[in-house]
């Protein structure tokens, strides 16, 4: 499976930004699939996922602010994001968990390259 992130950017306190993955190899009609992020000295957080049939699920951090959707046609995933504040400042990467069970923002095990995303205050 490849997955490419882009739409990484600098932006101001309070502004958006939507994310991009097109994803190759795999189908988003199957698998639970995910966002993550990590800031420097820090591991990986998820932080939304969504599952086979468009079920969604948020950590706390982004829930009410980030919203994360696929298009089955052209095989991307998404997340926007609204009202960034400063902490939201992370390399996101897209990803993947390849095992059955219940679908939520954790236990992904294969991500792709990330795309950095700034915001200023």
């Known amino acids: 499976v490849q997955l490419v992130e882009s739409g990484g950017d600098s932006v101001q306190v309070g502004g958006s930004l939507k994310l991009s993955c097109k994803v190759t190899?795999?189908?988003?009609?199957?698998?639970?699939w995910g966002w993550l992020r990590q800031t420097p000295g820090q591991g990986r957080e998820g932080i939304a996922g969504?599952?086979?049939?468009?079920?969604?699920l948020y950590s706390n951090s982004v829930k009410g602010r980030f919203t994360i959707s696929k298009d089955n046609a052209t095989n991307t995933l998404y997340l926007q994001m609204e009202s960034l504040k400063p902490e939201d400042s992370a390399v996101y990467y897209c990803a993947v968990r390849l095992e059955g069970g219940f679908c939520t923002y954790l236990g992904f095990n294969q991500w792709g390259q990330g795309t950095q995303v700034t915001v200023a205050s």
């Open positions: 969504i599952g086979s049939v468009g079920n969604t």
């Open positions: 190899g795999l189908s988003l009609n199957d698998y639970c």
